[in-house]
């Protein structure tokens, strides 16, 4: 019942940034464990030979979504941006094994980018508070800007790819995945073509994110069962897409469809 009424609620344009942001604000201010840094939902493709240190092994799925997004070019030396940098694991990720010269992490809410400042303690790495539809740095900024499975949550995709447009320097790679329902992709291709961005590829790893899904789906279901008050199970439950879950059901189906870009800013008029 909760998670109908969240979802009509943010079919209202003015509630639904509101709404997001009080519930990441909600789950980074209760559940502060540690070893809870990741919340896409990974990647298993079946062929994965990525080495890892024995602490990033047990979030290998989501690390490998990381991966395959954040490592489709040589991010090495480079200044990155990561929007909706959530609880952080990604971006310590891409930092620690793909060697940019700086990463910073924005996102909305405030108490992650707080548990983030006090985990990820690492020179280079760093985080804030922003809007993706307004993003608080001056144009060319960046080489490279990430944003994974984080922009189904914006009321205003068009206002955020433009501000992607703006923050990369010209040549500037913008590494991004996220799903939509399936009738929805020619539209969202054409918005981010609109921003004056380039796609120099598109893929649709649906399939190996449902893998994923499979492979994690035991142990997300025993988190929220032991973490998560009942009243909000069925919520988080479909929020993990566990296996049986609505959103899992939309992915096998082919309903829900996960795309993985890369574009390029061609131009230096932004």
Not at 69 to 80: Q, Y
Not at 162 to 173: D, S
């Amino acid at each position: 019942m909760l998670d109908k009424i969240f979802i009509e609620l943010c079919r209202i344009p003015y509630l639904e940034k509101k709404l997001w942001h009080a519930f990441y604000q909600y789950l980074a201010g209760h559940y502060r464990a540690v070893d809870w840094t990741f919340m896409n939902y990974g990647l298993d493709d079946g062929s994965s030979q990525l080495e890892l240190d024995a602490i990033d092994e047990p979030n290998r799925a989501c690390i490998q979504l990381y991966n395959s997004v954040a490592g489709a070019v040589p991010l090495s030396g480079l200044d990155v941006l990561e929007v909706g940098s959530g609880r952080g694991g990604g971006a310590s990720f891409i930092f620690r094994y793909l060697k940019p010269a700086s990463l910073t992490g924005v996102d909305l809410s405030e108490e992650a980018v707080c548990f983030c400042q006090k985990l990820h303690r690492i020179g280079g790495l760093s985080f804030q508070a922003g809007d993706a539809e307004q993003l608080p740095f001056e144009k060319n900024a960046f080489d490279a800007v990430i944003n994974i499975e984080s922009s189904h949550c914006y009321p205003h995709i068009s206002l955020f790819f433009n501000e992607v447009a703006r923050v990369l320097r010209p040549g500037g790679h913008f590494l991004y995945a996220d799903f939509r329902d399936r009738k929805q992709i020619d539209s969202w291709r054409r918005t981010l073509r609109a921003s004056g961005l380039a796609i120099v590829a598109e893929t649709d790893i649906t399939v190996s994110v449902v893998r994923a899904l499979d492979a994690e789906s035991e142990r997300k279901a025993a988190l929220i069962d032991r973490e998560v008050p009942k009243i909000f199970h069925s919520s988080l439950l479909d929020f993990a897409a566990v296996r049986g879950s609505k959103m899992y059901r939309a992915f096998c189906t082919g309903s829900l469809a996960y795309i993985s870009f890369v574009a390029k800013k061609e131009r230096p008029d932004r």
